[in-house]
Nanobody, 125 residues
Framework: QVQLVESGGGLVQAGGSLRLSCAAS????????MGWFRQAPGKERVFVVG???????YYADSVKGRFTISRDSAKNTVYLQMSTLKPEDTAVYYC???????????????????WGQGTQVTVSS
């Protein structure tokens, strides 16, 4: 059974940093496309960044240069390093897995098969 467990969220001041983790079980992160999405109150869940099974990455323009995705195959865990955080980054962040990936990173929520429970990130101004 597949399980994705996010951790690392919290409250941080603008300009600060956080690292989110997504520990996976029941799947192999290096054989899947793994994505991070976020959902602000009253808004749709949107793509933030993803890493394909081949290791290629794709970032939303809003986070390019500030966020970095990585994976540790030995720990079967995906990370999201977030720097220079802004109040508009405030959201619940979700980890997701695409078990039938193409060579490119999918950006649509419908392409992902499994989701974590989410972790809250709040950036104060």
């Amino acid at each position: 059974q597949v399980q994705l467990v996010e951790s690392g969220g919290g409250l941080v001041q603008a300009g600060g940093s956080l690292r989110l983790s997504c520990a996976a079980s029941g799947l192999t992160v290096s054989r899947s496309t793994m994505g991070w999405f976020r959902q602000a109150p009253g808004k749709e869940r949107v793509f933030v960044v993803g890493i394909s099974w081949k290791g290629s990455t794709y970032y939303a323009d809003s986070v390019k240069g500030r966020f970095t995705i990585s994976r540790d195959s030995a720990k079967n865990t995906v990370y999201l390093q977030m720097s220079t955080l802004k109040p508009e980054d405030t959201a619940v962040y979700y980890c997701a897995a695409d078990l039938f990936p193409s060579t490119t990173v999918a950006v649509s929520t419908t392409e992902y098969d499994y989701w974590g429970q989410g972790t809250q990130v709040t950036v104060s101004s």
